[in-house]
């Protein structure tokens, strides 16, 4: 089957069909064009808060302003600024650090409060865990059959003997900031000290916490309790 074309020519059906399908094509292409320009068109103006449209567009993401530099939506201030608990101890160097490091990250005010009053959170919660512990320790102490009930009173006397002895200013601090002072097994190591000081206790030298060290002669009585006076004269 053939037919005429514009030009008085004739075609065959399949090549009118070809035509045909070409034509279409060139519409969709066409129509997908205008489609796309829309889109560019409606994305050149943001709206603003009242609803009107903003001609220059949207600022650009890490553009500068006023009150800092723009992360998206977010503004990164020159300072950030923290309230914190009345009596909270801040370290002034690690969140001087920190801060650095979260303006660098582009973290706004809000996020940066939300990182702080979290590690405020945990420390909490830490400080509490420690001082349940350090009140467990004691109890243990309490209850303790070689520690605690009926000896306990004797036991707090030789241990605070013991340490006044061997003991100084340093360490009592650790004791102090860690509480390790209350825990069983300290309260343990430092009774069998004394007991062993008592043991030591011959010739005339004085026991744990009855009179402060032992003299060199002293120390030499208990070690050669057989020699007489001559010798640790000499």
Known sequence: MTETNAEGGTATAEETAAAEAAAAEAKTKEAE???EAGKKAAGSTTLTADGGGDEDGAKKEGEESSSGEQTGSETVPDEYKFDFPDGQEIDQEVLTAASKMMKEAGLSQAQATAIVNYDLER???AQAKW???V???KQQVRVDPELGGRL???TTRQVQAAFKRYGD???AALMEATG???HPAVIRCFKKVYAGSAEDTSAGSKPVGAGGKKTEEERLRAMY???GDEFFKG
């Open 33 to 35: 064009g205008n489609g």
């Open 123 to 125: 420390a909490a919660e």
């Open 135 to 137: 009140e467990s320790w």
């Open 169 to 171: 200013d340093e360490l």
């Open 225 to 227: 309790p057989t020699m």
């Open 152 to 154: 306990h009173d004797a």
């Open 180 to 182: 390790l002072g209350e």
């Open 131 to 133: 001082a349940a512990d």
